[in-house]
T-cell receptor
Framework: DSGVTQTPKHLITATGQRVTLRCSPR?????VYWYQQSLDQGLQFLIQ???????AKGNILERFSAQQFPDLHSELNLSSLELGDSALYFC????????????FGPGTRLTVL | GESVGLHLPTLSVQEGDNSIINCAYS??????FIWYKQESGKGPQFIID?????DKRQGQRVTVLLNKTVKHLSLQIAATQPGDSAVYFC???????????FGSGTRLQVQP
């Protein structure tokens, strides 16, 4: 157990809908990262937050957004969902911006029908 | 709950043998490398990491070797056990950036 928690574990929804994925980092970790894992793209970095502020963006679609709250939990919002958004979404956390080791949560499996 | 299931290279070893999983990385400016293990239905689990100023680092039953000349990373698992069966990913971090760039993964199958 990495100490990173994610909810829900599974999510099934329809095209065009909007969902919110939640992540709680390890106790004491200030930095949160979101990754998408799909069959054809592998693990892809989406976005990073540090202590509430966005710090880095990767291959994140405009339909997706994220935020980190004062209690350091983070949410990833996916809107106007398409079939191709079906994937595993992982959250990872690290202690601070200078620490490179990222610890991953168990993921949320999103299925868009 | 498979991680990445399509076209993964597979390494099959006998229980008790040593395993070597290889990874070629892309960017000579990468300064940090990390290996993760991902079991079916679970998130990537940290195994071991190494910085670019090192050539070798050892953990419990695992060793990571870094060859910067040919941009190659390897993970050695000693006395492989059935519980080691999983997909193994290498990842690199480019200097000055925060995100990890993952390789495509290798599936390790341990035969009893």
């Amino acid at each position: 157990d990495s100490g990173v928690t994610q909810t829900p574990k599974h999510l099934i929804t329809a095209t065009g809908q909007r969902v919110t994925l939640r992540c709680s980092p390890r106790s004491g970790d200030l930095s949160v990262y979101w990754y998408q894992q799909s069959l054809d793209q592998g693990l892809q970095f989406l976005i990073q937050y540090y202590n509430g502020e966005e710090r880095a963006k990767g291959n994140i679609l405009e339909r997706f957004s994220a935020q980190q709250f004062p209690d350091l939990h983070s949410e990833l919002n996916l809107s106007s969902l398409e079939l191709g958004d079906s994937a595993l979404y992982f959250c990872a956390s690290s202690v601070n911006q200078l620490t490179d080791t990222q610890y991953f949560g168990p993921g949320t499996r999103l299925t868009v029908l | 709950g498979e991680s990445v299931g399509l076209h993964l290279p597979t390494l099959s070893v006998q229980e008790g043998d040593n395993s070597i999983i290889n990874c070629a990385y892309s960017n000579s400016a990468s300064d940090y490398f990390i290996w993760y293990k991902q079991e079916s239905g679970k998130g990537p689990q940290f195994i071991i990491d190494i910085r670019s100023n090192m050539d070798k680092r050892q953990g419990q039953r695992v060793t990571v070797l870094l060859n910067k000349t040919v941009k190659h990373l390897s993970l050695q698992i000693a006395a492989t056990q059935p519980g080691d069966s999983a997909v193994y990913f290498c990842a690199e971090k480019k200097a000055g950036r925060r995100a990890l760039t993952f390789g495509s993964g290798t599936r390790l199958q341990v035969q009893p």
